[in-house]
């Protein structure tokens, strides 16, 4: 519980960084859209990781959301997007007592392979070694 506060607590200053950034350039006329994007992301993320979905609910091209994360967040939209996934999955990894491939299946990943690769690729390292590192494979007693 302690774990999963403390990681709360960073995607939060996560999240408020980025709002931050918005913030400061309050005059654009494209903060609105990057608002609304963070929020979209925030009750979405679970399900959709797709560029195109969240540019369509905004009513703006995928290119354009991209042109505007890069020059507003200094990121593309799919780097923003995964940096909450992964969020979304630490979250789920440090506080449920779930097995990896239930997180996986639960987040809509066709399959564990794919959800341990996409991890692994925007962590560095696999579901299963981030639990070893943490320590947390060892506190929930059960093996994934």
Known sequence: EIIFSKFRI????????????????????????????????L???????????????LGVSANYLN???????????????????????IAELLSTGKSVKEISVDLNFNDLAGFSNYFKRH?????RQFLESSGIEELRGQKM
Request: aromatic share 10%; glycine share 4%; with cysteine.
């Open 10 to 41: 960073i995607s939060l200053m996560f999240n408020r960084e980025v709002l931050g950034k918005l913030e400061r350039k309050k005059n654009s006329k494209l903060e609105p859209i990057l608002t609304r994007f963070s929020m979209l992301l």
């Open 43 to 57: 009750a979405f993320s679970r399900e959709q990781r797709s560029v195109k979905y969240y540019a369509d609910r």
């Open 67 to 89: 042109v505007l994360c890069r020059k507003h967040l200094g990121m593309n939209a799919n780097a923003f997007i995964a940096k909450e996934v992964v969020n979304v999955i």
């Open 123 to 127: 962590v560095g390292f696999s579901p």
